[in-house]
DNA sequence: ACATTGTGTAGTATTATGTCTACATTTGTT
DNA sequence: AACAAATGTAGACATAATACTACACAATGT
């Protein structure tokens, strides 16, 4: 059962390749190491339970790739991008997240990420991820490669997550509404006026053509089944 | 490193051990599947992608144990418990899901799950909560147990959704919030004033334990049964 | 290079919502 | 019956949220 394929092309690493998982589960960690270990053979692996300690990790070590699940504590949404990038600029980042792929990888890679890929994958799928990214190719879905390819307008009709049209800040603030959070609440963890938390809401609201909180929940989830 | 612990002890069952994986993503079945041959040896391992899956595998073979995602597809939150014990009422349930312990737990297990466990338990307590269910016992995290242990008023089987505590009139408050009424619309619609309905809602969020719409909006998912 | 749209941010005035308190009616309980 | 708890309803006052308006700066289109 064992599927090594080998090292990656192009292998301009002379060390061992290290890589860094940034996941609160132990659970999947255990998986993603085995699956590491299949496609890479021996590898150095270390592992972050929070965003602040990926961090520090970086801080203190030569990564090759960062492997990223987005509901990490302490997690920033796609500020954590820049924040790695800011420590070592030249680190591969795959996003690997339970979060509906067609609704949010597009913000992460225009955010810089390498790709994007969902806890849904199989097997296969995560594999070729890995080595795509490795390979310093972007890698996505299928399905988002189109729905990236799509949205250039030529056809009138989009039937594209209309999260597609909010701004970086609004979707962060979106992600916090649908935490239940108060507008006080994310001014004081944005660091930002209540009024400008309000301007988000409101264009939000727009964008989604939605009147309320429910209404945006319902659209969301409509798009992006799980998280959690 | 492997940690075989053993075949579980009072082992009434002679044939070999059958175990139901109700988890969407690859990656965690893959784990799981690498955990229970750790602590159980030799294992038959079924899986499946969505709640109705599972539903058509209960029904073609016995199974000892059925360890369920809470965000699978098709899921319809507690009552899979009842759906699943419908099929095999000997069946023993363990909820394995990144929501919020403290938050579902104690639900899940008025609803006859034989234990709850986090996505974000190490390793070790997999494997502890694994073997504790296959042993008959009923398994929390600590923090849940002592949760439980306070509210002793709720001690005894009162198994009902926190709904029936609702008077007829905040019951139809709530609605009318679920549909994204706001405050002063519902007023007007139920002809009483602004701060009355104030003062359901406050009350209504005392009795469901949460405290803004999103909880709420949750909660009731969570007793009201399926939709999507 | 210039015009236009999008984005991040606030101030102020206005409006909505929540809190605390209160009280008359039901309803439930010994 | 007698008393306690739950229910339906508000007023006064305090706090929170929104609508407008505005503006600088980035991105994009022509």
Redesign the pocket.
């Known amino acids: 059962m064992s599927t090594f394929v080998g090292w990656f092309s192009h292998s301009q690493i002379s060390t061992m390749t290290k890589i860094l998982l940034v996941e609160a589960h132990a659970i999947v960690r255990i998986a993603t190491k085995l699956i590491l270990n299949e496609i890479l053979g021996p590898v150095n692996i270390h592992e972050s339970q929070s965003f602040g300690a990926s961090l520090d990790q970086l801080a203190s070590d030569q990564f090759d790739l960062v492997m990223l699940d987005l509901t990490i504590p302490e997690g920033e949404s796609y500020h954590m991008i820049q924040k790695l990038r800011a420590i070592q600029p030249g680190v591969r980042i795959l996003i690997f997240s339970a979060k509906d792929e067609s609704l949010y990888a597009p913000h992460y890679l225009k955010a810089g990420a390498n790709g994007y890929l969902t806890k849904l994958a199989p097997d296969a799928e995560i594999k070729k991820a890995i080595l795509a990214v490795l390979n310093d190719e972007r890698y996505v879905s299928t399905t988002v490669r189109q729905q990236l390819g799509h949205n250039t307008s030529t056809t009138g009709l989009n039937h594209d997550s209309p999260l597609q049209y909010l701004?970086?800040?609004?979707m962060e603030v979106m992600d916090l509404l649908l935490k239940g959070k108060?507008?006080?609440e994310i001014a004081g963890e944005?660091k930002?006026?209540?009024?400008?938390v309000?301007?988000?809401?409101?264009r939000i609201f727009e964008k989604l053509e939605v009147s309320n909180l429910i209404e945006m929940f319902n659209k969301v989830q409509l798009y992006s089944g799980s998280q959690s």
């Open positions: 701004s970086p800040r609004e108060w507008t006080k944005l930002i006026t209540i009024s400008s309000s301007t988000y809401k409101t």
